[in-house]
């Protein structure tokens, strides 16, 4: 809460990250520029409750030039990125079942979407 999380997990491989978790409130009041920069996110949450992730946060470049493929997989997405700014969220990404199976209530309401999944694999 309140971090800079900028460059986390640069060029990591996060796969399976928090699979099975519970992370509610993840990144609130964050500034998470280029979180997951240039990584392999397979699987980034899959089976969690993401409850407001990201909620209120600067997530410019979040995922930027990554393999999102099953991100949030089975999960509850909801308010994910509330009140964001969530330009170029995924640019030049592959998100290939983004969100698969999962309860996106309100996904990005409220948020400046400009450029989101921008040249992606859909």
Known sequence: MRCDLRNFGEKCDLR???KRCEVRNFGGMCDLRNFGGMCDLRNFGGMCDLRNFGMRCDLRNYGGMCDLRNFGEKCDLRNFGERCDLRNLGGRCDLRNFGG???LRNFG???DLR???ERCVT
């Open 16 to 18: 399976n990250f928090g």
């Open 101 to 103: 199976m999962c309860d």
């Open 109 to 111: 309401m409220r948020c």
């Open 115 to 117: 450029n989101f999944g």
